[in-house]
Nanobody, 123 residues
Framework: VQLQASGGGLVQAGGSLRLSCAAS????????MGWFRQAPGKEREFVAG????????DYEASVKGRFTISRDNVKNTVFLQMNSLKPEDTAVYYC?????????????????WGQGTLVTVSS
């Protein structure tokens, strides 16, 4: 199983980035997908999650209204559209997968993880 995250980079505050995570080696449509992030010196935190169909989503409070998670079950890819970025969004972002029905915000529930992609937001 491989999860390959991409799309990170350096952006000014107020800007946008779109992260992608391509999955292989799994029946993608059977997995809840999530995005987590970890800033230097901080614990990994939940950002967003979506159900197997993508119709049910969940967001961490500080990103709600700015970030959107979506998925393409044909292309086996999950996305995280990040708008109105703030310096406090700076972190390594990880995608993760778990074979369950509904999104979960607990990182211990996820069984597969991508390698992470760095997002840096300058002020």
């Amino acid at each position: 199983v491989q999860l390959q995250a991409s799309g990170g980079g350096l952006v000014q505050a107020g800007g946008s980035l779109r992260l992608s995570c391509a999955a292989s080696g799994v029946t993608f449509s059977e997995y809840v997908m999530g995005w987590f992030r970890q800033a230097p010196g901080k614990e990994r935190e939940f950002v967003a999650g979506c159900s197997r169909s993508g119709t049910v989503t969940d967001y961490e409070a500080s990103v709600k209204g700015r970030f959107t998670i979506s998925r393409d079950n044909v292309k086996n890819t999950v996305f995280l559209q990040m708008n109105s970025l703030k310096p406090e969004d700076t972190a390594v972002y990880y995608c993760a997968a778990v074979p369950r029905l509904w999104p979960t915000n607990r990182h211990t529930d996820y069984v597969y993880w991508g390698q992470g992609t760095l997002v840096t937001v300058s002020s």
